[in-house]
């Protein structure tokens, strides 16, 4: 595959800037970059001398990518490990999702499979009809608000896997990275297994700080259930945590009994 991207200075440019598209799995991890292979077009020809009304073409050939990936692109002055130095991103689409401070941008996910590539839509909407609308307000921090809860499956044998989706929106934008866990509670509030994760979409990666005021994101997970798992009912309990501290988010607002202090209660499933 080869990857084409067009660029255009909206301004004279007096720096020579390395442009850096990337190529990431569905976790956040860089799967490529540019790092070892550089952008042929930007060393024979320089930002610097690019004039502001030209469209510049560049082309790179990532190696293997996976059935699925995500593209990204930022500008730095020269170290993009060094956040310090790359370009904030100032004007974007609604709909382009920003990360790491607006200096990078997540341009599309693609699933590949027999030499094709269809590019993939965030999903934005309820799957079935196991989906489930709060009828209450759920509110962890005054900012993110869980507005629903998808539970395919009630009823599991040991050793399967369990899966859900959940519905989020952020009242505004949020300033931290803050990461969700699900625990699953046999009848003595004992954890018998749990899920500690990075939020996503149905196309990757998509931590709170890149999360925009008003918009839906679906997020689906599973959970491996222990193969010695006794049989009986378990619940499941839901919260948000900042991973620099292990300090939970507390719920500031729910109108629920399902609520307690910092979690809520997904639901029951039962192992048989």
């Not at 991103?89 to 027999?114: C, F, M, P, Q, S």
């Not at 509110?139 to 959940?166: A, C, K, Q």
């Not at 509670?185 to 996503?200: A, E, R």
């Amino acid at each position: 595959m080869i990857a084409t991207f067009y660029w255009q200075a909206l301004q004279p440019l007096e720096h020579d800037y390395a442009l850096y598209p990337f190529f990431m799995s569905r976790d956040g991890t860089v799967i490529e970059d540019t790092s070892q292979r550089p952008l042929v077009a930007t060393i024979w020809y320089p930002t610097s001398q690019w004039k502001t009304d030209e469209i510049i073409i560049t082309h790179t050939l990532p190696r293997e990518l996976g059935e699925q990936f995500t593209i990204a692109v930022g500008v730095t002055k020269e170290n993009w490990l060094d956040e310090a130095q790359r370009l904030s991103i100032t004007h974007a689409d609604d709909e382009l999702y920003l990360y790491e401070n607006r200096t990078w941008g997540r341009l599309g996910t693609v699933h590949a499979k027999d030499k094709s590539f269809v590019l993939l839509t965030p999903q934005v909407h309820a799957k079935d009809k196991s989906f489930v609308f709060l009828p209450h307000l759920v509110m962890f921090g005054d900012v993110i608000h869980l507005m629903g809860i998808d539970f395919p499956n009630e009823t599991y044998r040991p050793g399967e896997t369990m899966t859900f989706s959940l519905y989020w929106q952020a009242t505004s934008s949020l300033t931290i990275d803050l990461t969700n866990f699900v625990h699953v509670l046999n009848s003595s509030d004992k954890i018998v297994t749990q899920l500690d994760w990075q939020p996503q979409d149905s196309l990757g990666y998509l931590p709170t700080t890149s999360w925009q005021p008003n918009h839906l994101v679906v997020d689906s997970q599973s959970i491996k259930l222990p193969s010695d798992l006794p049989v009986g009912s378990y619940r499941l309990i839901l919260g948000w945590y900042y991973n620099v501290t292990g300090e939970r988010i507390p719920l500031t607002t729910c109108d629920s009994k399902e609520c307690v202090a910092d979690v809520v209660e997904m639901g029951t499933i039962k192992v048989k």
